[in-house]
């Protein structure tokens, strides 16, 4: 067992679809298809890859918020994804969420000052006295000021209201906030705001963050350690300087060269790798490397043979039959 303060192992939540007919065959949606991580205190994980990867229901698994098919998520020395009743709701405290979709996420018929004490009512943390000065020091925290405490969702800007919900969960005093795409309806500008916020937090209150985001730049700003996500599967794990500086794995190359790199200028008429068409089903996700159809590296062995997710450099592991067991790519682009 590890010391990290999450610990996800061999994660897996398929979600079953409805039979056409009695008599067709049982299908099931493989979302998120056996996923390890592990999340020291006060550290920042990202997790990014296209649409559809399984991003979300990875953190909705590690929150129970999605039944886990198999697989376990620990949170510190409790096992959350064997909790149930009134343990799990203890446990739930110590996690909280900040939605990507500030419009949304919160009650438009509550004021802004009961959405941030609310978790604290339904989780009994504090009298309504107590609920209501934490509700103002968060308020306070996050940028807010406490004559807007009174006021709706409405009234408040879509930077704001990421504020509210931000300051929402952390009313329950979590270790870790789970962050899916928490600044991609904002203005850039007003990321900026929003992100530095976050680093802020996390500094005072030593929080752990699971930052998922499809935007690599803001992952490269605010993460230790990246994850990328394939059809349910991490293809590339790696801390932050790792992933960025050296990348291995082809579809971690294609997501790369896709985004203006920051304090890097691509050679005038250098060629991207592209990455065309749409990642298969995860109903039936093809044998061998999951990438295959989409990879212009892909060998015969590819199709036939899953490539395992191993270590190559310390921590930094990759599933990719092409990277050499010296953790060296021959065929990465030069221009990356
Ligand atoms: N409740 C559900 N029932 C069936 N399939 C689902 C369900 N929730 C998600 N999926 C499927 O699981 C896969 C992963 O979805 P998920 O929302 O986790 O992706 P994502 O990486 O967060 O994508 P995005 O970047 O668009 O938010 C998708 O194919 C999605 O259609
Ligand atoms: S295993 Fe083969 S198909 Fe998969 S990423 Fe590596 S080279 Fe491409
Ligand atoms: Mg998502």
């Known amino acids: 067992m590890s010391d990290a303060l999450l610990d996800v192992s061999d994660l897996r939540v398929h979600f079953p679809l409805r039979r056409a007919t009695p008599f067709a065959p049982k299908r099931t949606v493989k979302a998120v298809d056996g996923v390890s991580f592990a999340l020291a205190k006060g550290r920042t994980f990202g997790i990014v890859g296209e649409s559809g990867s399984g991003k979300t229901t990875t953190a909705l698994a590690v929150m129970r918020l999605t039944e886990i098919t198999s697989g376990a998520v620990r949170l510190g020395d409790e096992s959350l994804s064997a909790l149930e009743g009134e343990a799990l709701r203890r ?8 939605f990507q979709d500030p419009y949304s996420s ?16 339904l989780m009994q943390v504090g009298t309504e006295t107590e609920c209501r000065e934490r509700a103002q020091e968060l308020f306070a925290q996050v940028g807010l000021r406490s004559d807007q405490l009174q006021l709706f ?7 704001q ?11 329950t005093k979590p270790e870790l906030v789970v962050c899916d795409e928490p600044v991609s309806a904002l203005d850039v500008a007003i ?20 930052f998922i985001s499809h935007d690599l730049g803001v992952v490269q700003y605010l993460c230790d350690e990246v994850a990328v996500m394939y059809l349910g599967r991490m293809v590339e794990q790696a801390p932050r300087e790792a992933l960025f500086g050296n990348p291995l794995h082809p579809y971690t190359w294609a997501l790369l060269s896709a985004v203006p790199r920051v304090g890097r200028r691509r050679r005038d008429g250098a060629a991207r790798l592209r990455l065309e068409g749409d990642p298969p089903s995860p109903i039936s996700p093809p044998p061998g490397c999951r990438f295959s159809s989409r990879c212009p590296y892909a060998e015969a062995r590819c199709k036939a043979e899953e490539p395992v997710l191993r270590e190559v450099r310390p921590g ?20 990356l």
């Open 161 to 171: 209201r990421q504020r509210i919900g931000i300051a929402r969960a952390l009313a």
């Open 106 to 121: 919160l009650n438009p018929r509550m004021r802004a000052g009961a959405i941030v004490a609310e978790p604290m009512e």
């Open 191 to 210: 990321q900026a705001q929003i992100l530095n916020l976050l680093v802020k937090l996390q500094e005072e209150y030593g929080l752990a963050y699971l």
């Open 316 to 335: 930094h592991r990759v599933a990719c039959h092409l990277v050499r067991e010296d953790g060296t790519a021959p065929l990465r682009p030069a221009t």
């Open 91 to 98: 446990a739930r405290r110590r996690v909280q969420m900040i």
């Open 153 to 159: 969702p409405h009234q408040f800007s879509g930077g």
